[in-house]
């Protein structure tokens, strides 16, 4: 397990240039949270693949319908809606991923393109941070919401550990992708610094791309009582 001790002596260690060596604690800390987020939102891999959400990030919360047909997500959620679950306890399956096909197929779906339909929720869609279903309750309901979250933010104490990344794996992550961009940014930076550490980044994401397996890239799409499926590719 890597701490942020650890961490932080690892990544002024990777380098003798003088700005790393005397980068400030928040410099390092804003910039190791910042790698820990952009691995939990997904990395675009070499063979184009997004990588997959962290399993340990997994969370379920609840929101309630309104008037509209839409309701913003929990503050915490960051990627990948998993299912939602109604009143009655049916699960109810978005398109995968939330992006543009996602919202394509939610549309081809509804049967009022104003999305003014009025009853039990049974089609449910994610664009952005906002969730999109139809129809909409007469009164409101609580809607249970199954996501990856945000991993949290380390503050800087010395025995925190990265949020939701494998411990095996949390020391080569971080330390290659913060080396990375340092390295790219320095004015004296060579071309084989930077190398070193897209690839050694590289090969840790592939590791956490096979710990992990690509479980959440098969796009389905499910309303209530449906077997509609899409075998497109919507990552």
Request: negative net charge; glycine residues 8%.
């Amino acid at each position: 397990m890597a701490t942020y001790t650890d961490l932080s002596t690892a990544i002024m260690d990777i380098s003798k240039n003088k700005y790393i060596q005397t980068a400030s604690s928040v410099s390092l800390l804003s910039r190791i949270n910042q790698a820990v987020a952009e691995i939990a939102g997904g990395i675009r891999m070499p063979n184009g693949e997004m990588s997959p959400p962290l399993p340990a990030l997994f969370k379920s919360d609840t929101v309630a319908t309104t008037v509209y047909p839409y309701v913003t997500m929990p503050a915490t959620y960051q990627r990948a809606l998993i299912y939602v679950v109604d009143p009655n306890g049916l699960q109810i399956k978005p398109p995968t991923g939330g992006n543009y096909y996602s919202w394509t197929l939610f549309m081809d779906r509804v049967i009022k393109k104003d999305l003014s339909s009025v009853g039990e929720v049974d089609l449910v869609c994610v664009k952005g941070s906002v969730l999109y279903y139809q129809s909409i309750p007469s009164v409101s309901v609580n809607l249970s919401v199954v996501f990856y979250r945000k991993p949290v933010a380390m503050a800087g104490g010395g025995t925190e550990t990265p949020d939701g990344i494998p411990e095996h794996l949390q020391m080569r992550l971080i330390k290659h992708r913060v080396g990375f961009q340092l390295a790219n940014e320095m004015v004296d930076g060579t071309e084989r610094m930077i190398q070193y550490h897209e690839a050694e980044f590289y090969k840790a994401m592939q590791d956490l791309v096979d710990h992990i397996g690509y479980h959440d890239a098969g796009p389905e799409y499910y309303g209530s009582g449906s077997d509609f499926v899409d075998l497109g590719i919507c990552d």
